[in-house]
């Protein structure tokens, strides 16, 4: 079974801050894939980011950062100085590359950030 | 290039009521995905299509809730008879093939309210 906790349920934080998302993951398949969904309030889904078990390389991607750890099973998400259009629901997924989960995509129960102004 | 529609967008019935949510993938999108989301939670996928064929039904609460994608395109879920707890947002996302390989993009979703 695969499990997927984002222990903070929510976040509030003022603009220009910087801001860090937890994701913890379980799984027993040595092959993954880890993924970063934002949900604003439109309600789609809109991907940001995925990374497979085998690279642990942290990325940049303009003001959005991420750190996968795999010794601690985790997959964290950094919001540089933070803006109000980043205020949304933000989800931590996880999909085994193979078995009966084949691409099934299972997810956090997301964090829900807001950024004042 | 034209995302994942669905519709409509948003729904209200009465429960033992029936409902259809329709929904068109990414041209060339062999992988389509059915997701509820209840208020507060992650998405839970309820089926999973490779073309036309069912991939995982494995959480499709099948005594009321069918899926059909009969050309490899475009899907349906239905609902019938509707209850209370089915309140959700339904979720259709497509990707090019199975696997976590492929990012999976979703759709606006549909809002069900059940009365």
């Known amino acids: 079974a695969q ?3 984002q222990a903070q349920t ?5 603009e220009k801050e910087d801001v860090t998302l937890d994701c913890v993951y379980e799984t027993r398949d040595t092959t993954y894939y880890l993924f970063w969904y934002k949900q604003p309030p439109s309600g789609e889904l809109v991907f940001l980011i995925r990374r497979n078990s085998f690279d642990e390389q942290n990325e940049i991607s303009g003001r959005y950062s991420w750190n996968f750890q795999k010794s601690t099973s985790s997959f964290n998400f950094t919001i540089t100085a933070s803006q109000v259009v980043d205020s949304a629901v933000y989800f931590c997924a996880l999909v085994n ?16 950030l807001t950024v004042h102004p | 290039e ?3 529609a669905q519709s409509p967008r ?7 009521q029936s409902v259809a949510f329709w929904c068109n993938p990414i041209s060339g999108h062999a992988t389509l995905y059915w997701y509820q989301q209840i208020l507060g939670q992650g998405p839970k996928l309820l089926i999973q299509f490779q073309n036309n064929g069912v991939v995982d039904d494995s959480q499709l609460p099948k005594d009321r809730f069918s899926a059909e994608r009969l050309k490899g395109v475009d899907s349906t879920l239905k609902i019938q008879p509707a209850k209370l707890e089915d309140s959700a947002v339904y979720l259709c996302a497509s990707s090019f093939h199975s696997g976590g390989a492929y990012e999976q993009y979703f759709g606006p979703g549909t809002r069900l309210t059940v009365t």
């Open chain 1, 3 to 5: 499990k997927v906790t």
């Open chain 1, 10 to 14: 929510e976040i509030s934080v003022v």
């Open chain 1, 97 to 112: 590359a193979g078995g009966t989960s084949y691409g099934k995509l299972t997810f956090g129960q997301g964090t829900i």
């Open chain 2, 2 to 4: 034209a995302g994942v």
């Open chain 2, 10 to 16: 948003y729904k209200i019935i009465e429960k033992r």
